[in-house]
């Protein structure tokens, strides 16, 4: 029976999440209005005001629009992002446990460097070295989140490679790669897609900090923390400017915390 809950809010988290972010990937397509078009006669409208539905901000630009542009900017970054982090740490970690010796003892070197920092003060001082600008954000995040994967990897094949399995297939002669793609890697991809989907909200959370503080996007990007940016000079003037950004990263940081709780529970029954 837990079992059962636990697949159905697996199922249901999933499918909220997927249809989100198909929502930001298919919605700037069909805006009303320019994101990026801006109009000082319409600047400052409130909600509701001149067919805005929650008004422009002060270069007259439809805060709806740029909310969903951002969004696709934001998501898909993030997922960009993961996808590579998630790929290279993992190949990385794989040989360290794998291999061993010297190649394990570099890697493991090189990663315990890279952890020895807060991840987002690492990834700003990354960032404000090579650079501001979107690509180098995502770079400087990436050289950021890759250790995890390597020591979580790492940690699974040297329990994985000495099992029963794994010993049956040397004595029928598989080679190395066979092994680590056929017997260890689909045994710890679970586990580390948990931490995936965790990891997707973190970086929307550093991609926006990032950005926040001018070395994210270059204007007139609409990433969430762009737009926060940009607006905190009106804060006493129009709240809302930075209310809405904030509770749209809010609720899609939950919704992916809340998907990886959920692979979580259905994994451990």
């Given at each position: 029976m837990q079992k059962r809950k636990a697949k159905i809010k697996l199922y249901a988290s999933g499918f909220l999440l997927v249809a989100v972010i198909l929502f930001f990937i298919i919605a700037p397509?069909?805006?009303?209005?320019?994101?990026?078009?801006?109009?000082?006669?319409?600047?400052?409208?409130?909600a509701g005001e001149g067919g805005y539905l929650l008004g422009t901000d002060q270069l007259g630009r439809c805060l709806v629009c740029r909310l969903i542009e951002g969004g696709k900017q934001t998501v898909l970054t993030s997922l960009a992002v993961v996808a590579v982090v998630f790929a290279a740490g993992s190949a990385l970690g794989m040989l360290a446990g794998y291999i061993?010796?010297?190649?394990?003892?570099?890697i493991m070197k090189i990663t315990t460097v890279f952890q020895a920092f807060p991840s987002f003060v690492?990834?700003?001082?990354?960032?404000?070295?090579?650079?501001?600008?979107?690509?180098?954000?995502?770079?400087?995040?990436?050289?950021?989140?890759w250790t995890t994967y390597a020591r979580y990897s790492r940690s699974f094949v040297l329990n994985l490679k000495n099992e029963t399995y794994v010993a049956a297939a040397r004595m029928c002669h598989a080679g190395?790669?066979?092994?680590?793609?056929r017997y260890i890697l689909p045994n710890m991809v679970p586990p580390l897609l948990v931490t995936a989907a965790l990891d997707i909200?973190?970086?929307v959370l550093s991609m926006a900090g990032l950005s926040f503080i001018g070395l994210g996007g270059a204007r007139p990007t609409a990433e969430w923390g762009?737009?926060?940016?940009?607006?905190?000079?009106f804060l006493?003037?129009?709240?809302?400017?930075?209310?809405?950004?904030?509770?749209?990263l809010l609720?899609?940081?939950?919704?992916f915390h809340f998907c990886s709780e959920n692979v979580r529970n259905y994994l451990d029954r």
């Amino acid at each position: 029976m837990q079992k059962r809950k636990a697949k159905i809010k697996l199922y249901a988290s999933g499918f909220l999440l997927v249809a989100v972010i198909l929502f930001f990937i298919i919605a700037p397509h069909f805006l009303p209005h320019d994101p990026f078009q801006t109009d000082y006669g319409q600047a400052m409208l409130k909600a509701g005001e001149g067919g805005y539905l929650l008004g422009t901000d002060q270069l007259g630009r439809c805060l709806v629009c740029r909310l969903i542009e951002g969004g696709k900017q934001t998501v898909l970054t993030s997922l960009a992002v993961v996808a590579v982090v998630f790929a290279a740490g993992s190949a990385l970690g794989m040989l360290a446990g794998y291999i061993g010796g010297a190649v394990d003892y570099v890697i493991m070197k090189i990663t315990t460097v890279f952890q020895a920092f807060p991840s987002f003060v690492l990834a700003v001082a990354i960032a404000g070295i090579i650079g501001p600008g979107k690509g180098n954000g995502m770079l400087a995040l990436m050289l950021v989140y890759w250790t995890t994967y390597a020591r979580y990897s790492r940690s699974f094949v040297l329990n994985l490679k000495n099992e029963t399995y794994v010993a049956a297939a040397r004595m029928c002669h598989a080679g190395h790669v066979s092994i680590l793609l056929r017997y260890i890697l689909p045994n710890m991809v679970p586990p580390l897609l948990v931490t995936a989907a965790l990891d997707i909200g973190n970086v929307v959370l550093s991609m926006a900090g990032l950005s926040f503080i001018g070395l994210g996007g270059a204007r007139p990007t609409a990433e969430w923390g762009a737009i926060m940016s940009e607006s905190r000079r009106f804060l006493q003037v129009s709240p809302s400017l930075i209310l809405y950004p904030g509770i749209a990263l809010l609720l899609v940081v939950f919704l992916f915390h809340f998907c990886s709780e959920n692979v979580r529970n259905y994994l451990d029954r």
